[in-house]
């Protein structure tokens, strides 16, 4: 089959996807002129104004990350025809819709601190359940990060020289960007010229350095700490034309390869079926995050709400970023429907590149170059977002020192659990499902959040019927994967242990659910 004819049919429909939602936007009344909280509290460190394309690039490349590429593992397992069907509702559908809403609830909402946003609509318990929903999550995620982040980049001289001269580029350009107006058409330019400049410094002086995956998960959480504490406009808002100037080269590579002369889509029945037992399918729609199903969506937009300009940028950003990030799943897959490794370990993703090899001389350094971008972006998000959600919850019942030592202190031992975790637990893929699991009942309660502020925002009967639609969605699919999860991982040590934790699992899941659901209940009963 013509890869160009697949192509355009799914082109056609992520168009289509982006038109209707961004048309529906108008029952959420969008104001381009309304203050947002980057204007109204403005204070030069978290709460700064960004161009289009530098709040754009930052949140889609925080939610890149490593999402699309862990992804594709799932179509090995489950089969193309069912794995895309996923891709293109998750993403187009469901994911489109949350992050949009998610990214609008927080700009527009009146509570600097999340968990004083969960009281008004969940009740004064609320955070205590969702502070380590969050935990959990940022720390699955980041044992993934850096597993990956250590396995890819120790001992490649070209991706170690090309990372350190691309950031130190951005920096210098985020300290001019502070002192000397410059446009985002500009700015966008220049980071262009970073990206090309770190990869002709790569290319003729490359690092062949090999620490150690110790080593390596030290660097990276010393360097989120510190990015963490800078103001956005140093290191994050221009980190975000990077990653648009590297979302353009990613799409070039894919696109390249995928319309290379030759490249044919062959099927045949065992790659397009579910090939795991059906009693597993959860595990295709925990695996594959795609907006619903990512509970780290919802918390890097605590970065990217704080930042938003205006909310004409919102729709784009929101709906923008998920549709392209299942654009990007789903050209990807067909592309190296053949190729994909079995595994899921450290090698994974050095061994998607290889796909790209043939297009060019260094093609397969450029997609790890982009990727490791993407990937440190995204750490970076997690481990700002980490000290937001640690200073609501320090200072909750206070008022907001000017610094509190119990934030980094508790950042870094978080991390530094986080990297003797990584060490010890080698299993990436069952990772990437306790991290979608908890994301998942995360996503829940932000949804539960959504459908009490569009009942009193806007009362549009198609909008609450979705919202509720998608949260009995996620009770359904919690419930059943959490009973899966503890299937699978427990299987081997016996009957008592296959019971016990699955048990154990949904009980919890069921109860946190009730537990939101009846809050929900009893506010409007009362109100009535």
Known sequence: MESSFIFFIILAFFLLSYTFWSRFSRFFKINCINPTPSIERYDRVNYVPAKFISIFGGHFGSSFGIGPLIGSFFLVKFGLVPFLMWVFFGSAVLGAFYDFSVLLFLVRSKESSIFKIAENYLGRFARYVLFPLFLLNIFFLSVIILEFFAGVVDGDGFLISALLASQVFVLL??????????????????????????????????????????????????????????????????????????????????????????????????????????????????GVSCGALSGFHSIFSFVSAKQISSECHISKVGFGSSI???????????????????????????????????????????????????????????????????????????????????????????????????LWWQDIEYAWYF????????????????????????RNVFL???????????????????????????????????????????FLIYSVSKFFLGLVYERFRKSD
Request: aromatic content about 22%; charged content about 10%; overall charge neutral.
């Open 464 to 506: 609450l019927l979705f919202t509720f639609s998608a949260i009995l969605f996620l009770l359904f699919i919690s419930s059943w994967g959490a009973i899966v999860l503890g299937a699978k991982y427990f299987y081997g040590y016996g009957i008592s242990f296959l019971v016990i934790p699955s048990f154990v699992a949904i």
């Open 324 to 422: 392209l990030e299942g654009l990007f799943l789903s050209v990807f897959s067909l592309f190296i429907l053949k190729m994909i490794p079995e595994s899921l370990d450290k090698s994974f993703v050095s061994e998607l590149s290889k796909n790209f090899s043939f297009i060019f001389p260094l093609s397969d350094k450029l997609f790890l170059f982009a990727v490791l971008n993407f990937l440190l972006s995204s750490f970076e998000s997690m481990v700002r977002s980490l000290k937001f959600i640690s200073e609501d919850f320090f200072g909750y019942d206070s008022q907001p020192a000017r610094f509190d030592f119990r934030v980094p202190l508790s950042l870094l031992l978080f991390l530094l659990i986080s990297v003797i975790f990584s």
């Open 173 to 286: 350009l985020g300290l001019i960007s502070r002192f000397v107006y410059i446009s985002q058409g500009i700015m966008f330019l220049l980071s262009l010229l970073v990206g090309a400049f770190s990869v002709f410094i790569a290319y003729k002086f490359p690092i062949n350095i090999k620490f150690g995956e110790l080593t390596w998960n030290f660097i990276l959480i010393l360097y989120a700490l510190i990015l963490a504490f800078l103001p956005v406009s140093l290191n994050f808002q221009p980190k975000g034309y990077l990653n648009s100037a590297l979302f353009l080269l990613i799409f070039v590579l894919l696109f390249s390869g995928f319309f290379s002369s030759g490249h044919k889509i062959t099927f045949d029945s065992s790659s397009l079926f579910v090939k795991e037992n059906l009693f597993f399918f959860p595990l295709l729609l925990i």
């Open 435 to 458: 991290a979608g699991l908890s994301g998942l009942t995360i996503s829940l309660g932000f949804l539960i959040m959504l459908f009490q502020w569009f009942l009193r925002e806007f």
